[in-house]
């Protein structure tokens, strides 16, 4: 049913659903928006595929953690669980990893292994209050959550963004990486196929991999972009072409268990060079540009069903209630049918926000326009604070259901 | 050391767009009856009804009673004894003593009780004084004593008007606690209960003046045992939330709800007075607002503090789901306890409207009570119930008005209203 481009094997994702009217060319998958469509990996998840992977004792427990030896290399300072090198954050339980382990918490269990898991020292990522021992805020009762389920990245007051488990889901497989250097801003934003185990990891790998090889390109970097003009632009879309490249092999990279059903993520980055914004995508993760007075702007097409449907002349009406209607044709990972993101570009001539948000976000809000205001209307209630915003703007998506992991990344541009 | 833990009982499941949690949550105290930190300062007064009604049986047996309960009263332990009628005496020490309470040791027993013997029975009625006197003894003890009074009764506070009462009870709560007793059939069943209730202690009836001893005995008894001198009950809910009401719902009903004191904006105190080794019960209410499906929150932190220590703490919790199995569920604590308020305030009322003539209202009352009674296990209340009234169907709560009660069974069917059974379990 489902016809493969570049990949010869079949893939087995929707073999339990029902068939779409139209049948889509590209492969699908189920992304990350309702783990129903999860089912499917619990079928290659037997233990003959474990066994197929020549890592029989792997099945069941600390799944990722030690599919191959060169892996392993860092230990979570609260947990003591092994980690792939370069992780931010542990699998186990979500604490940064900050290379400084705690002399409390070895991993042969001594010390404190006894204590209950440690109290996350931050404040309450809803209210800012202090959160208590018992694991709850003492100011609006919201449970504690780890590092890897909310964080926030700040680049400077006009750059920013926050990555957020969102209400639903009991995992954030969705990654923010975003940074500046010599007056370069980068963003990037990808969101794990939940389908797919590892995919927390995935994402997370994946963006920060693609940030690295974008701020490369910047004045003084090792890819430094030097061309002027037209050129400039091109240059720009194929570091963004290779960004994406750096990221799926980072995403490859992410051990597993489950050969039959590898980590995944998509893609979108934007890199704002003066006027000139440029932008990638794979999947549906989306960029906008929104201008205080002009129209809004979509930088990005999804590599979706729904809008494979679209293109075929499909009311939109008639793909929402489908089953495939979040699923994805395009991602990143060991099994992605191919690997050539969707470019676009603008000149900035005016001030505006450029957006970069995961489906967590743009499910609520599908009119580039309304997500325009919305977005204005969270700067003007946050001093125009970049990272201020998009947790604001992150708060209105768990306010209307959090169905899915949130990610928002926000540059101020035009001055 | 005394331990206290909490456990709590509820349905942390809410369904899409609710916002009111409900949880019974059980505070137990053990190893309550060794003090703390080496023996505590106590301090007792006895406070017996000395108006004119009292003349006869009853006093002889009041004068009786606080003279065994003298006996009850350890050595070391301040204490005085005070004749209540329109106005306030001081028994013993005598009015013209140096000092208003002293320490018990045999000597100051043997005059106590001698004291007590050349009591005469006099006057009206005017509780307020008497209380106001036990405040005023009790208050010359340093700060940290444990402090504890008995108030006997025979009649209605008729010497002065309610409202004095009231306020009075309203001044002096948390400052000591108070066990209230009526003997025979003419006092006011709800009179006691408000003493009781505003200072933390226990209320009965007692039927025949004989019984006066062992009541005095057992509350002595009691009182020394309990090795907590205060203890307060905090309720923290998060910011935007309503504390709907706290309500202690074992051993006894009692609202607490009125008793409110701020401790910081999102903590509200309660006075629980002295703890020995048992468990109290509070069905706690929060209103929050909503949430999407899915999300967790902290709905309340329940808390019960000695000093400024916190020695135990349940955890109130509101998750929202779309699963109709999860939030459809009530929890049988919280329901248990739901009907027994319920059958308290069924009772009470039934008992008003019958003794207002209001047969229909006290009829129908009295029988939702016998109905409630059955379904929440409370056999007391439905022995106590089949004396007042001819129950013709227990699960409908049919019933007929007895035509002739005795007066003393509907004060013990009034005074046990508030005390709950457990859960079944």
């Known amino acids: ?415 | 050391m005394a331990q206290f833990t909490a456990e709590v009982f509820q349905n942390e499941f809410l369904a899409e767009g609710s916002t009111d949690v409900h949880a019974i949550v059980r505070m137990t105290a053990t190893g309550a009856g060794t003090p703390e930190a080496g023996p505590i300062d106590a301090g007792e007064v006895i406070m017996i009804d000395t108006s004119g009604s009292m003349a006869g049986a009853s006093f002889a047996a009041a004068q009786h009673a606080a003279q065994v309960a003298l006996d009850v009263i350890e050595d070391g332990t301040w204490f005085a004894i005070v004749g209540g009628s329109h106005v306030a005496n001081r028994v013993f020490p005598y009015p013209n003593a140096p000092s208003s309470m002293v320490r018990m040791e045999p000597a100051a027993r043997a005059e106590a009780k001698r004291a007590i013997g050349m009591m005469r029975a006099g006057g009206g009625t005017a509780m307020s004084t008497w209380l106001q006197l036990a405040d005023q003894l009790l208050g010359l003890l340093p700060p940290g004593t444990k402090r504890h009074a008995i108030l006997l009764t025979d009649g209605k506070n008729e010497s002065e008007p309610k409202h004095h009462l009231t306020a009075t009870l309203e001044r002096l709560q948390g400052r000591f606690r108070c066990d209230a007793r009526g003997v025979g059939s003419r006092y006011e069943v709800a009179e006691v209960r408000e003493i009781a209730s505003a200072l933390l202690g226990s209320d009965e009836l007692i039927r025949d003046p004989s019984q006066i001893a062992d009541s005095f005995r057992q509350m002595l008894g009691e009182s020394m045992a309990r090795g907590i001198p205060e203890a307060q009950l905090r309720v923290w809910t998060p910011q935007g939330a309503q504390l709907l009401f706290v309500r202690q719902v074992s051993p006894k009903l009692d609202d607490l709800t009125p008793r409110r004191t701020v401790v910081n904006p999102l903590t509200a105190g309660f006075p629980t007075g002295s703890w020995g080794d048992e468990s109290r019960e509070y069905h706690v209410a929060v209103r929050v607002p909503s949430k999407p499906v899915g999300s967790e929150q902290l709905a309340a932190r329940v808390q019960i503090v000695t000093g400024d220590q916190v020695r135990a703490s349940g955890l109130v919790k509101a998750m929202w789901s779309s699963d109709a199995n999860l939030t459809a569920r009530i929890s049988p604590e919280v329901a248990h306890y739901t009907g027994q308020a319920e059958l308290a305030e069924a009772i009470q009322q039934g008992l008003a409207a019958k003794a207002a003539g209001d047969e229909a209202t006290a009829t129908v009352k009295l029988g939702r009570a016998v109905q409630l009674a059955r379904e929440t296990g409370n056999e007391e209340a439905t022995t106590r119930l089949r004396k007042v009234v001819d129950i013709e169907n227990e699960e409908q709560g049919t019933v007929r008005l007895k035509r002739h009660t005795d007066r003393l069974d509907e004060m013990a069917l009034d005074t046990v209203s508030t005390k709950t059974t457990r859960v079944r379990r």
């Open chain 1, 1 to 415: 049913m489902v016809t493969e481009t570049t990949d010869p094997d079949p893939r087995p994702v929707h073999d339990e659903q029902e068939d779409p009217p139209t049948v889509p060319t590209a492969p699908v998958r189920s992304a990350t928006h309702d783990r129903d469509a999860s089912s499917s990996a619990a079928d290659d998840a037997d233990p003959g595929g474990a066994e197929g992977s020549g890592d029989s004792g792997a099945d069941g427990d600390a799944e990722g953690t030690e599919g191959t030896e060169d892996a392993a290399d860092v230990v979570c300072p609260r947990c003591g669980a092994a980690g792939a090198a370069g992780s931010r954050f542990c699998e186990e339980c979500g604490a940064p990893i900050d290379g400084e382990p705690d002399p409390a918490a070895q991993p042969d269990g001594t010390g404190a292994a006894d204590e209950l898991p440690e109290t996350p020292s931050r404040p309450c990522v809803r209210c800012g209050g202090r959160v208590a021992d018992d694991g709850y805020c003492e100011e609006c009762g919201a449970p504690a959550v780890s590092e890897r389920d909310h964080f926030e990245v700040t680049a400077s007051p006009t750059v920013g963004g926050v990555c957020d488990r969102g209400v639903v889901h009991a995992r954030n497989e969705d990654a923010l990486a975003l940074g500046e250097a010599g007056g370069v801003v980068a963003l990037v934003v990808c969101d794990g196929v939940s389908s797919a185990p590892a995919s927390d990891a995935a994402s997370l790998a994946a963006s920060e991999a693609a940030l690295a090889t974008l701020l490369g390109g910047a004045p003084g970097g090792e890819r430094e972009v030097d061309a002027e003009g037209a050129a400039r632009t091109s240059a720009w879309a194929a570091l963004l072409t290779e960004a994406a490249e750096r990221a799926n092999e980072a995403v490859v990279a992410v051990p597993t268990t489950h050969v039959d059903d590898a980590p995944s993520c998509t893609y979108v980055a934007a890199v704002v060079d003066g006027a000139r914004v440029v932008v990638a995508s794979v999947g549906d993760s989306r960029a906008y540009w929104l201008p205080d007075r002009a129209r809004a702007v979509r930088l990005t097409v999804d590599d979706s069903w729904a809008q494979e449907m679209a293109e075929m002349g499909v009311h939109v009406s008639q793909v929402r209630g489908s089953a495939h209607a979040h699923a994805i044709t395009r991602w990143l990972g060991a099994d992605a049918p191919e690997l050539r993101p969707r470019h676009d570009t603008v000149t900035v001539a005016e001030r505006g926000w450029l957006l970069l948000c995961s489906d967590g976000l743009w499910n609520y809000c599908e009119d580039a326009d309304e997500l325009g205001s919305l977005v204005r209307r969270h700067a003007a209630e946050h001093d125009g604070d970049a990272t201020a915003t998009a947790r604001a703007l992150v708060e209105w998506a768990n306010a209307q259901g959090g169905r899915d992991n949130v990610t928002v990344a926000l540059a101020r541009l035009g001055g």
